[in-house]
């Protein structure tokens, strides 16, 4: 459903996109992770056919979107960076507006319009001037607008940022939802929106891809994967009760608030065996987990290495 | 059809829904008033014309129009709404003419408003009608093709100031060149053919020839071909604009 074959783009001696090429099938969440200036918006316009690449292609459900935008556009939804939205409208005639624009009929629009209402909470803001808005409604908003029509394919760039927790979490259920008929591409630098989200994550620097796996594979790449957890108030008997065990490799204290890690060795878990040992030590603890893996470690490590 | 009608309902709302259009209005019946009024000698020339208001509007389109067009891309590029409006399955070529539509349409409903100056003549005197009428449609088509160099002009920089700035000088040059003051110095370097062709360009000359009551389809093709170009001159631009990225 999205495809970028080889796309480069240049802004002036600045490689902004650099040989990129990913493809994004219906039914997926794919995270486009990096840093700021990775080449992530880049990306989005190209796709998005706002931006036209220096070479490479850009095929939304199969179309080009340099050769045959219409098409291409029909079958997009497109939230871009910072949610540009008309500021002087009420929410309602804003909406109503896009749904015309995108060539609804006017029952489909008003279906349309309505569930995005109620899909995002927007009901009580409805005919709120969007200037008066806060930051987190006007993105909603302008995800609304993106998504009323229902496209096969979704880029969203920065879906979630501004918003609380609630917001965040009618956000991700949206995507969700929208998820089970579409592509979606997601550009973001929030890791829990990653984990939260995407199944698949592509991490990028200085306009290259650098990695393409399902989130969990890149989660089994974190030093924490497996590592069990647990709150301590002896630190230093839970070590010596632990250190020597079969498998452990190493310990490490958070400052913040005094969690201790075990890290062990290979990808079988070990926290029974480690809550075994504690009791049989008589160290008390609490609060123990078995470590996912940090997808943060895992990006930082990556684009350290790029950089 | 449907998509294209919503963005000049959507442009029209945005001018009149907000202080724009109404600030454009006032200033607009303020100063082309006054111009007719104390420059134009409306009550001392003894006739029951508006020949000095159409003589006098150029003069106040070349004040005001640009700062009507100026906004219209170079909003959508500062804000980013361009993005969006980039988005919608509308081909370039509809965004500009829906643009332009609204433009015209806020200019018409001030060019309207100055009825109540035709209503006082006919109380005052016989006008000619028929003359008065061509005079709104040639002051209607010399807007048309204003707005439409605005128009183009505003998709050249986010820069509000510069955009009108640029618009106010290619307005004003459209305008001169039916002056002979301007055309002297043209006469002297360049043969007699090619002061006729920058005299055919001036927007003056036309709207004068259509005001005084002459229906010249040289005129009306003259304002459709300005119009034309430089709507397609926009379109053109927005698409090198965005193929520069």
């Known amino acids: 459903m999205i495809r970028a074959q080889a796309l480069n783009k240049k802004f002036a001696a600045i490689e902004a996109v650099r040989d990129l090429s990913f493809q994004v099938e219906k039914g997926e969440v794919v995270a486009l992770l990096g840093p700021n200036g990775a080449g992530k918006t880049s990306c989005m316009r190209m796709l998005s056919g706002f931006l036209k690449p220096d070479s490479g292609v850009a095929l939304i459900a199969g179309h080009d979107s340099t050769r045959n935008p219409l098409a291409a556009k ?9 949610a540009p939205i008309y500021r002087e409208h009420t929410v309602f005639y804003y909406l109503h507006f896009v749904a015309k624009a995108r060539g609804l009929s006017k029952g489909r629009a008003e279906t349309a319009v309505d569930d995005v209402f109620r899909s995002l909470n927007l009901d009580s803001i409805a005919f709120q001037p969007i200037n008066t808005l806060s930051k987190g409604s006007m993105r909603r908003v302008a995800l609304a607008a993106a998504v009323l029509h ?31 008929n579409s592509a979606i591409l997601m550009s973001t630098h929030q890791i829990d929106e990653v984990l939260a989200l995407c199944p698949r994550t592509i991490i990028m620097a200085k306009g290259r891809k650098l990695l393409d796996q399902a989130t969990d594979d890149l989660l089994r790449q974190s030093k924490y994967h497996n590592a069990v957890s647990f709150v301590a108030k002896e630190s230093i008997a839970a070590r010596a009760a632990l250190e020597g065990l079969s498998g452990v490799t190493g310990f490490e204290q958070n400052a913040v608030d005094g969690r201790l890690y075990v890290f062990v060795h290979g990808h079988k878990p070990q926290n029974q065996l480690i809550v075994e040992k504690l009791s049989q030590k008589n160290v008390p603890f609490s609060d123990i987990r078995l470590e996912y893996g940090r997808l943060e470690e895992v990006f930082s490590k990556a684009v350290a290495e790029a950089v | 059809m449907r998509a294209f009608l919503s963005i000049v309902m959507r442009e029209l709302q945005a001018y009149f829904f907000t202080p724009l259009a109404l600030v454009f209005i006032i200033i607009f019946l303020l100063l082309s008033n006054s111009f007719v009024f104390y420059l134009g000698d409306l009550y001392e020339i003894g006739q029951a014309s508006m020949q000095s208001y159409f003589r006098l509007l150029p003069w106040v389109c070349l004040l005001l129009i640009p700062a009507l067009s100026m906004r219209s891309w170079s909003e959508e590029y500062r804000s980013g709404t361009m993005e969006f409006l980039d988005a919608l399955p509308i081909p370039g070529w509809q965004l500009v003419l829906a643009k332009f539509i609204s433009l015209w349409c806020v200019a018409l409903s001030a060019l309207a408003m100055s009825f109540p100056l035709w209503m006082t003549l006919s109380w005052l005197g016989q006008p000619d009608h028929g003359t008065i009428i061509l005079g709104y449609l040639g002051a209607a088509m010399m807007m048309a093709a204003m707005l439409a160099v605005g128009l183009c002009i505003s998709s050249l920089s986010e820069n509000q100031l510069i955009v009108y700035i640029v618009t106010s000088l290619i307005l004003l040059l459209f305008l001169l060149a039916g002056y002979p003051l301007a055309l002297n110095p043209v006469r002297e370097v360049f043969s007699q053919s090619f002061v006729d062709l920058v005299s055919s360009l001036s927007f003056l000359t036309h709207l004068q020839s259509i005001s005084r009551g002459v229906l010249d389809l040289r005129d009306v093709l003259f304002y459709a071909l300005t119009i034309v170009f430089w709507l397609a001159a926009n379109a053109v631009l927005l698409k090198s604009r965005k193929d520069r990225g």
């Open chain 1, 74 to 82: 029909r079958q997009l939804g497109y939230l871009a960076e910072h």
């Open chain 1, 150 to 180: 229902r496209p096969p394919v979704l880029l969203l760039d920065e879906p979630s940022d501004g918003l609380d927790p609630i917001q965040k979490q009618l956000v991700r259920s949206l995507i969700l939802d929208l998820a089970k």
